[in-house]
């Protein structure tokens, strides 16, 4: 019960976010400047306020680390490896390898914080800073070689490990992590009305990112690539925090930490899953269609999930 009362209002807030979308409300043109917002402004400020007051104490930070990495290249092995059986077909297998690992930070650091508080949104960053760089360079290398984008910046082996080195260095959640782990490091404290202010936005980062997950769902891209809506769905959400779970479990990790590693593994997959895919020459509707669906499904399997450590 504690489980579903904490997951309850995240997909109320994504239901409200769709209907408002739906409605026209407050414009079109508010709800793409809404996600830029939160994701270059709202969360590297959240995270940066965060990590720079982080006290891990005791947690095994590094044991984490290892075993989302460890999870996460597993699965992407396994794809990749079967990619003849899964899908033959390039653009759409980039669609259902980014949904079996790229995760909805937002989704992520709400339930993170309604699960474990203050606790949670620390020990996130040691997820964020393991699965945001793996995951990019595993998914952008896979669209460089799997995708339909014959861009000469992105097509040949140079220019690939350039866009994904830029990616890297140039994402705000991670900036947001590296600066807070810096002052945290140096215990340099920011004066207090910079830290009041990286509060008063970090706060507002949680229920906007939500409002804009919902705003990007759509139900239409459901009717195509079943099969590959229900490969990527179930390597997202049920295989990868097993694998996960257990490789926790041989590494010693238990507690908050166990549960931050299986809410970043069980999480739907990311909505700028389907811009990287329009970028790169992915097929860009199968991958909406597996956004919508993960995040419809995870609203039953991440309780099941949560309900063995929380």
């Known amino acids: 019960m504690n489980v579903l009362a904490a997951i309850a209002p995240i997909f109320a807030l994504i239901i409200t976010g769709f209907v408002l979308k739906r ?51 597993i699965i992407a092995g396994g794809l990749l490896a079967l990619r003849s059986k899964v899908q033959p077909d390039g653009p759409a297998f980039t669609s259902v390898f980014q949904g079996a690992m790229r995760p909805n930070t937002y989704v992520g650091l709400s339930t ?21 760089p793996l995951v990019n360079v595993l998914c952008v290398t896979t669209l460089i070689r799997f995708g339909g984008n014959g ?4 097509a040949t082996k140079a220019g690939g ?10 994402n705000p959640l ?6 807070g782990f810096t002052l945290n490091g140096l215990q340099i404290q920011l004066p207090s009305f910079i830290g009041e202010a990286l509060r008063i936005l970090g706060s507002a980062s949680l229920p906007m990112g939500l409002l804009s997950v919902g705003a990007g769902l759509s139900f239409a891209a459901l009717v195509q690539g079943s099969r590959d809506v229900i490969t990527s769905s179930a390597c997202k959400l049920l295989i990868l925090p097993a694998v996960t779970g257990i490789l926790c479990v041989l590494f010693g990790v238990s507690g908050p930490a166990l549960g931050i590693c299986l809410i970043y593994t069980a999480i739907p997959v990311s909505v700028s899953s389907y811009i990287l895919a329009r970028v790169l020459g992915g097929d860009h509707e199968r991958m909406a269609a597996i956004i919508t669906a993960q995040t419809l499904l995870s609203a039953l399997t991440m309780p099941l999930v949560l309900m063995l450590v929380v």
Request: proline share 7%; charged share 10%; with cysteine.
């Open 112 to 132: 993170a914080s309604a699960l474990f508080g203050d606790t949670g949104v620390s020990l996130s960053a040691v997820a964020l800073m393991t699965l945001i």
């Open 23 to 73: 409605m026209s409300f407050p414009s079109e043109g508010f709800w793409p400047q809404a996600e830029r917002l939160t994701y270059y402004v709202l969360f590297p400020a959240l995270l940066l306020d965060k990590l720079a007051n982080i006290h891990p104490g005791n947690q095994p930070v590094w044991s984490m680390s290892l075993a989302m990495g460890l999870g996460v290249c």
């Open 161 to 170: 490990v350039l866009f994904t080195l830029r990616q890297l260095a140039t």
């Open 174 to 179: 991670i900036l947001g992590c590296v600066a």
């Open 151 to 154: 861009h000469p910046r992105t």
